[in-house]
């Protein structure tokens, strides 16, 4: 079965192709279909911006459609930057830049009440509109400072519960169990085997 991953975002893209791999699924991203207009993400949910973003690129590409959305959400202030963890530092930000607010905003806090999750929803369409959601957490803290160099975002200051490693110390297998896109996508792996 061919999805197309309605992103451009390339570690994104090997991630999921990496989780999905027992799969008989062929993920082909937005780079083989440079037509597509981008999709803005203005939903104001995270399911909302992922089906929004599944059903456009279905219905563009004419293909089964996959996509997610995710970010970070900090108890301490009150769920945010949550789904403008891309965009928190500002428009076009970096992801150093998104790291560097976050970690200027929770300057005060004390280290018993950096709780933090991450939060992904993945949502598949079809052509035409039908479309589902499947969902995944992982729950932890925030460091003060970044540590490693492995993946993106703001895997540098996160620490999964029950870990003394951020996620960006982590190998990307070590990373790929505990996180909240693996925890989706076993979802929609048992739903694809099931449709397949």
């Not at 995270?46 to 929004?52: E, I, Q, S, V």
Request: hydrophobic fraction near 40%; charged fraction near 30%.
């Amino acid at each position: 079965m061919e999805i197309v991953l309605a992103s451009r975002n390339r570690k994104k893209a090997e991630e999921i192709q990496r989780i999905l791999a027992a799969q008989s699924v062929e993920i082909r991203s937005l780079a083989d279909f440079p037509d597509c207009p981008d999709v803005v993400e203005d939903a104001g949910t995270f399911d909302g911006n992922a089906l929004k973003k599944a059903r456009e690129v279905a219905a563009f590409t004419g293909r089964t459609a996959l996509a997610d959305d995710s970010g970070i959400e900090v108890a301490a202030l009150n769920g945010d930057p949550g789904v403008y963890s891309a965009r928190y530092a500002g428009s076009g930000a970096t992801d150093e830049a998104n790291v560097e607010k976050l970690l200027f905003e929770m300057r005060d806090v004390p280290d018993g009440q950096r709780a933090a999750r991450f939060v992904c929803c993945i949502a598949l369409a079809v052509p035409g509109g039908d479309a589902r959601t499947f969902w995944g957490f992982a729950e932890g803290s925030l460091g003060r400072e970044r540590k490693g160099a492995s993946g993106f975002g703001y895997d540098p200051v996160f620490y999964p519960a029950g870990h003394d490693r951020t996620f960006a110390e982590m190998t990307a297998s070590e990373k790929d169990e505990l996180s909240h896109r693996r925890k989706a996508l076993r979802q929609l792996a048992g739903f694809l085997k099931f449709l397949l």
